[in-house]
């Protein structure tokens, strides 16, 4: 088994909906398992124009190589609609491999970890709220990039439903609205 971390982002559609529903898919994946799962964020386009984005980061195991995650990520992609008409276009769905296990891969379809994701909040910051100490194949810890992306916005999503929270007092009739 291999750890990976996938970056999920969309600004197309119902985005905040499709990162859900797309985690939920993965975890259905009988070759791989999710581990752990960032906040929601909203963030700004970076190198790209269209509305804010929603993004998240999820730490898998799985027992795929390489190219077979990137696939599946692809037809994961592909089931929620992602169509491709131009270079960062807006998206319905998103699913990059920001790190597989400790290796590097520099291959045309496969650049491993993600050349782009040590300048950009919105892959960082999930990844280091999932694990703070995260190191960075070849690079260094991933917390170490945080300063120089300070400017780029990045908000976390207080979630819909309130089960995370504090248990409510007995008498507190539930709240309805769980999704
Ligand atoms: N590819 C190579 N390495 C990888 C990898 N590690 N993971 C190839 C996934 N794919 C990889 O991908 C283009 C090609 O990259 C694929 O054919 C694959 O073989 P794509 O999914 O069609 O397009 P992409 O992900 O948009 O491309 P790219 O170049 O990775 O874009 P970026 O740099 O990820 O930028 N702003 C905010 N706030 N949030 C975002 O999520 N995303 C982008 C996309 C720009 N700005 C954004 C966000
Ligand atoms: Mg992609």
Redesign the pocket.
């Known amino acids: 088994m291999t750890v990976a971390w996938l970056g999920i982002?969309a600004n197309l559609g119902d985005a905040r909906q499709t990162l859900k529903d797309a985690v939920v898919c993965l975890a259905q994946q009988h070759t791989l398992t999710v581990v752990a799962k960032s906040s929601l964020y909203r963030?700004?386009?970076?190198?790209?124009g269209g509305d804010d984005?929603y993004?998240c980061v999820v730490k898998v195991e799985t027992s795929l190589d390489g190219h077979a995650l990137?696939a599946l990520?692809q037809r994961v992609e592909h089931h929620f609609g992602r169509e491709?008409p131009f270079r960062?276009a807006p998206r319905t769905l998103?699913i990059?491999?920001l790190l597989y296990g400790n290796v590097s891969i520099d291959e045309t379809?496969?650049?491993?970890p993600?050349p782009?994701m040590t300048g950009r909040a919105?892959a960082l910051v999930p990844l280091v709220e999932i694990d703070p100490e995260l190191v960075i194949p070849g690079l260094g810890p991933a917390s170490a990039f945080l300063a120089a992306v300070a400017d780029q916005r990045i908000e976390k999503v207080k979630p819909l439903c309130q089960c995370m929270g504090a248990a409510p007092a007995p008498d507190t009739p539930p709240a309805g609205n769980c999704r």
């Open positions: 982002g963030t700004a386009p970076i190198d790209a984005y993004n990137l990520c491709r960062n998103d990059d491999i379809d496969l650049v491993v993600h782009r919105f």
